[in-house]
């Protein structure tokens, strides 16, 4: 059973930065892709980025393209997300997730079968 438990959000203003991290245990964290998704009051879960398992491949929304980077640390069992310039539309709790068995991407929630419990990012205008 993999365990994940993110950090580093907090509240910033527009144009700022943060870095989440997502510390992962229990699993064969270099195995797997991973992914971050966010939820926003009243709006569905949504995809964010994701990862492949060594790191190489990356993918990510429309929305955050640019300004985003997922990046992991296979030694570490950590993978993170760098949020620069940030928007008051990214508000949101932003979730890490971890396939199973799987090493490549995935923009869907469905393919995910480990969750954090998710960390609070807000943005200021």
């Known amino acids: 059973q993999v365990q994940l438990v993110e950090s580093g959000g907090g509240l910033v203003q527009a144009g700022g930065s943060l870095r989440l991290s997502c510390a992962a245990s229990g699993g064969t964290f270099s195995r797997n892709a991973m992914g971050w998704f966010r939820q926003a009051p009243g709006k569905e879960r949504e995809f964010v980025a994701t990862i492949s398992k060594n790191g190489v491949r990356t993918t990510y929304a429309d929305s955050v393209n640019g300004r985003f980077t997922i990046s992991r640390d296979n030694a570490k069992n950590t993978a993170y997300l760098q949020m620069n310039s940030l928007k008051p539309e990214d508000t949101a709790i932003y979730y890490c997730?971890?396939?199973?068995?799987?090493?490549?991407?995935?923009?869907?929630?469905?393919?995910?079968?480990?969750w954090g419990q998710g960390t609070q990012v807000t943005v200021s205008s």
């Open positions: 997730a971890a396939r199973r068995y799987s090493e490549y991407r995935s923009i869907y929630l469905r393919d995910y079968t480990y």
